[in-house]
């Protein structure tokens, strides 16, 4: 959208599209916001609810900049809260847009523009078009034709995807064409989904803040700090999300596959995507099925990166000790095309018949008995051994697993810590169990239904 008038909040009023606004404003906001408030609302697009409140955020600290041209950025983010469905959102913006305008020098035929889309912003925030289902600007707009009683089609997620990656390459961000079009057959009704992959720059999600990432994850790990370092070595920050192929092994409840979506869930904001699989139950699904099949299906690094619609999510692999060579495959014959940096650069998925870049995929592994695994993949991983807790380690982790009963139960929230008593039962019974991780939860779950039991009887 280029720039016609000299205040940012004006040129708004002309978008005919919440997306477009929202990636022309970033854009010539980024150098106030700083590199990380930027990453975050980008990375936060597709989620209305999450983008909402860092908004908000942004707003705050533009006004905090204290300068004028600051002052009209902040204005000009605010009118992306404006809600039709909520018309009380649209009074801290109006009257200081109305005024812009007002005082503005604007030729004739730019001024009727503007005050004609304004005329729309004005009818939202008197409730006209609560019923509406798109926003305020589709709905300012004067060819859309667009009222709150004509059943209006919501964009699909297809075309908020390729919003998000159009914005990372118009501020410098990375992408990668993960498949390309002349290297691609045509798709046949079983793979409709996937066209949103065709000639698409997805977005290489960046790492933000390597030294917080490990920070957090110690905190919540006390038992498996040097395995966590281990995990961390490959990541930069600034760089892309990238893990050479790992295989976390460790006593059953130690805690490994948690693990893996903590990192996940810290390193992404969202955007990478945990795609589990359990190598005991269908060894051959993982490379997919032919194309001939009516049931076709896309290998699972491809159906990772399409739900993600990144290039480089993480895939994860549970159990892979277990995995057995069958007559419906074999999942470390399917896990050496993946591993292999070329190889994987030039993917021939066989449901897709296309060849896909899938170099950026990071695999994480999780095993009982590492020594299970066959040579060819003990090669192409990195063997990581996640220790068993211990009592010494029971403060914390009791701690950390009272804190996520409390993020999924309200009632919980506020909860006072557990007492030196609790915690000593716990450890009784948590040693029988061979400290389990699953256990401990079920532990403390159990130590606050005895808590409850007792305040009812007093």
Same mark, same amino acid.
């Given at each position: 959208?280029?720039?016609?008038?000299?205040?940012?909040?004006?040129?708004?009023?002309?978008?005919?599209?919440?997306?477009?606004?929202?990636?022309?404003?970033?854009?010539?906001?980024?150098?106030?916001?700083?590199?990380?408030? +930027? /990453?975050? !609302?980008?990375?936060?697009?597709?989620?209305?609810?999450?983008?909402?409140?860092?908004?908000?955020?942004?707003?705050?600290?533009?006004?905090?900049?204290?300068?004028?041209?600051?002052?009209?950025?902040?204005?000009? %983010? /605010?009118?992306?809260?404006?809600?039709?469905?909520?018309?009380?959102?649209? %009074?801290?913006?109006?009257?200081?847009?109305?005024?812009?305008?007002?005082?503005?020098?604007?030729?004739?035929?730019?001024?009727?523009?503007? @005050?004609?889309?304004?005329?729309?912003?004005?009818?939202?925030?008197?409730?006209?078009?609560?019923?509406?289902?798109?926003?305020?600007?589709?709905?300012?707009?004067?060819? +859309?034709?667009?009222?709150?009683?004509?059943?209006?089609?919501?964009?699909?997620?297809?075309?908020?995807?390729?919003?998000?990656?159009?914005?990372?390459?118009?501020?410098?961000?990375?992408?990668?064409?993960?498949?390309?079009?002349?290297?691609?057959?045509?798709?046949?009704?079983? /793979?409709?989904?996937?066209?949103?992959?065709?000639?698409?720059?997805?977005?290489? $999600?960046?790492?933000?803040?390597?030294?917080?990432?490990?920070?957090?994850?110690?905190?919540?790990?006390?038992?498996?700090?040097?395995?966590?370092?281990?995990?961390? @070595?490959?990541?930069?920050?600034?760089?892309?999300?990238?893990?050479?192929?790992?295989?976390?092994?460790?006593?059953?409840?130690?805690? =490994?596959?948690?693990?893996?979506?903590?990192?996940?869930?810290?390193?992404? =904001?969202?955007?990478?995507?945990?795609?589990?699989?359990?190598?005991?139950?269908?060894?051959?699904?993982?490379?997919?099925?032919?194309?001939?099949?009516?049931?076709? $299906?896309?290998?699972?690094?491809?159906?990772?990166?399409?739900?993600?619609?990144?290039?480089?999510?993480?895939?994860? $692999?549970?159990? $892979?000790?277990?995995?057995?060579?069958?007559?419906?495959?074999?999942?470390?014959?399917?896990? !050496?095309?993946?591993?292999?940096?070329?190889?994987?650069?030039?993917? @021939?998925? /066989?449901?897709?018949?296309?060849?896909?870049?899938?170099?950026?995929?990071?695999?994480?592994?999780?095993?009982?008995?590492?020594?299970?695994?066959?040579?060819?993949?003990?090669?192409?991983?990195?063997?990581?051994?996640?220790?068993?807790?211990?009592?010494?380690?029971?403060?914390?982790?009791?701690?950390?697993?009272?804190?996520?009963?409390?993020?999924?139960?309200?009632?919980?929230?506020?909860?006072?810590?557990?007492?030196?008593?609790?915690?000593?039962?716990?450890? =009784?019974? %948590?040693?029988?169990?061979?400290?389990?991780?699953?256990?401990?939860?079920?532990?403390?779950?159990?130590?606050?239904?005895?808590?409850?039991?007792?305040?009812?009887?007093?």
């Amino acid at each position: 959208m280029r720039s016609r008038y000299s205040h940012p909040a004006l040129q708004l009023l002309t978008s005919d599209r919440w997306t477009d606004a929202f990636g022309w404003l970033l854009t010539i906001s980024h150098g106030l916001l700083g590199e990380q408030v +930027a /990453q975050g !609302l980008l990375d936060a697009v597709n989620d209305r609810p999450e983008v909402q409140s860092k908004i908000h955020g942004a707003v705050a600290l533009l006004y905090h900049h204290s300068t004028p041209s600051a002052g009209q950025l902040a204005l000009a %983010w /605010q009118m992306l809260t404006c809600d039709p469905r909520r018309p009380a959102s649209f %009074w801290p913006v109006l009257p200081q847009l109305q005024y812009v305008l007002d005082t503005a020098e604007l030729a004739e035929d730019d001024d009727e523009v503007v @005050r004609r889309r304004l005329r729309g912003w004005w009818r939202a925030a008197d409730g006209d078009y609560r019923a509406a289902k798109v926003s305020v600007f589709r709905l300012a707009d004067p060819e +859309a034709e667009c009222w709150p009683d004509v059943a209006v089609a919501v964009d699909p997620p297809r075309h908020h995807v390729s919003t998000a990656a159009s914005l990372y390459a118009d501020i410098g961000l990375p992408t990668l064409v993960v498949m390309p079009k002349d290297k691609s057959t045509a798709l046949n009704g079983h /793979q409709t989904a996937y066209k949103a992959l065709v000639d698409a720059a997805l977005p290489l $999600i960046l790492v933000r803040d390597v030294q917080a990432i490990r920070t957090k994850l110690h905190r919540e790990f006390p038992h498996a700090t040097s395995a966590i370092d281990l995990m961390l @070595r490959d990541l930069r920050d600034g760089r892309p999300f990238k893990l050479r192929p790992i295989c976390l092994s460790g006593s059953a409840g130690a805690g =490994k596959s948690r693990l893996v979506r903590r990192l996940a869930a810290l390193a992404s =904001k969202r955007q990478l995507h945990v795609h589990r699989f359990d190598g005991a139950v269908a060894d051959g699904m993982f490379a997919g099925t032919a194309k001939g099949w009516s049931n076709t $299906i896309p290998s699972v690094p491809v159906r990772a990166v399409h739900a993600s619609m990144t290039a480089n999510p993480i895939v994860m $692999i549970d159990e $892979i000790d277990k995995c057995k060579e069958s007559q419906n495959g074999y999942l470390a014959h399917a896990l !050496l095309s993946c591993t292999d940096p070329e190889t994987a650069r030039r993917y @021939r998925d /066989q449901s897709l018949d296309a060849e896909l870049d899938l170099s950026m995929v990071s695999y994480i592994a999780t095993a009982n008995d590492a020594s299970l695994l066959p040579g060819m993949l003990r090669d192409r991983f990195r063997l990581i051994r996640m220790p068993t807790p211990t009592l010494e380690h029971l403060p914390a982790l009791a701690a950390n697993v009272l804190a996520e009963i409390a993020s999924e139960d309200e009632s919980r929230a506020g909860e006072p810590p557990l007492a030196a008593d609790e915690l000593a039962n716990i450890g =009784k019974i %948590w040693r029988r169990h061979g400290f389990s991780m699953r256990a401990l939860k079920s532990l403390v779950e159990g130590t606050l239904e005895v808590r409850d039991q007792c305040a009812m009887r007093h």
